[in-house]
């Protein structure tokens, strides 16, 4: 059973860091892709960034240049290293994992396992 548990959140001021962390169990690295995705209230879940077994990543235009997914298959841990935050940048923030199979064209769908998220909030 893949479990994912995200820790790091917190409060920061704009133009601030924060780096998220998710440690990951139960999953095959070599065929899984792990995404960090992000729900502001009153709005739709949105897909931030994704890493692959094989070393593909993908991120949403809106943090691209900001953020920065990577994964210690070490520590079985995920993180995202967020920077220049911005006020709208405020989410509950997940990890999320694919398992094989799932891929039909969109990088950012057919998570199957998620995490129960962690609170980011960036003030002006």
């Known amino acids: 059973q893949v479990q994912l548990v995200e820790s790091g959140g917190g409060s920061v001021q704009a133009g601030g860091s924060l780096r998220l962390l998710c440690a990951a169990s139960g999953y095959t690295y070599s065929t899984y892709c792990l995404g960090w995705f992000r729900q502001a209230p009153g709005k739709e879940r949105e897909g931030l960034a994704i890493?692959?077994?094989?070393?593909?990543?993908r991120y949403a235009d809106s943090v691209k240049g900001r953020f920065t997914i990577s994964l210690d298959n070490a520590k079985n841990t995920l993180y995202l290293q967020m920077n220049s935050l911005k006020p709208e940048d405020t989410a509950i923030y997940y990890c999320?994992?694919?398992?094989?199979?799932?891929?039909?064209?969109?990088?950012?769908?057919?998570?199957?396992?998620w995490g129960q998220g962690t609170q980011v909030t960036v003030s002006s």
């Open positions: 890493i692959c077994g094989d070393g593909t990543t």
């Open positions: 999320a994992a694919r398992p094989p199979g799932l891929y039909f064209g969109n990088w950012f769908r057919s998570y199957r396992y």
